[in-house]
Each structure stands twice: as structure tokens, then as C-alpha cells.
């Protein structure tokens, strides 16, 4: 059973970057999908999910209009799309599976905003 978060990496305010979380070991189709941020200031921050047929996400205020959530059940993967990144932005970005009371968490992946 593994989840695997990859795409961070250093981008200028303004800038895209797609985030991917590669599901294995399990019926990936059967679990909503979350992805979570993490900075020493603020702790872990929500940053959306979509439920496990893909047709329902969830975006939260500080980041709606900028991120989307899409995800390909066909290729177990769920992703992170983000558009007009602020420096605020920046933090360790984690992927977490959810069905009923199981989560599954994949190692977080670093994005920096700076210019």
C-alpha cells in the first residue's frame, strides 16, 4: 500500500505547478483523495480533496480560483493543480486517501514560491 506525492520543486509568484500522488496496493478508485500542506508557522493546512468518483471536490478560501484538484482513477493518481502561487504558498504538500475510517498518507513533496 503506497501513495506517492511528486511534481514539488521551486517556481516564481505566479507561477503553475502540478503536484501528483501515484496510488498502489490498493482499490484507489474506492477512496476520496486530500491534499494537505504543512509550514512551521501554520501547521497543516487543508487544501482541498475530491470524492473518490471524481466528480465532487471541496476547495477551501484561501486557495479557491487558484488550485483544482482533478484525478484519473483509470491511472490511480489524483493531482494538485496550482495556478497564481503566492509565496504563501509555499510548504511541504502531502496526498492522503480516506474511506470510512482509513486513511492512507504518501510522503509530502517540497513547493517553494520565491523569485
Known amino acids: 500500500v503506497q501513495l506517492q506525492a511528486s511534481g514539488g520543486g521551486l517556481v516564481q509568484p505566479g507561477g503553475s505547478l502540478t503536484l501528483s500522488c501515484a496510488a498502489s496496493g490498493f482499490t484507489f478508485s474506492n477512496y476520496a483523495m486530500t491534499w494537505i500542506r504543512q509550514t512551521p508557522q501554520k501547521g497543516l493546512e487543508y487544501v482541498g480533496d475530491i470524492n473518490s468518483g471524481g466528480l465532487i471536490t471541496k476547495i477551501p478560501d484561501p486557495v479557491k480560483g487558484r488550485f483544482t484538484i482533478p484525478r484519473d482513477n483509470a491511472r490511480k493518481r489524483a493531482y494538485l493543480q496550482m495556478n497564481s502561487l503566492k509565496p504563501e504558498d509555499t510548504a511541504v504538500y502531502y496526498c492522503?486517501?480516506?474511506?470510512?475510517?482509513?486513511?492512507?498518507w504518501g510522503q509530502g513533496t517540497q513547493v517553494t514560491v520565491s523569485s
Open positions: 492522503k486517501a480516506r474511506r470510512f475510517d482509513v486513511e492512507l
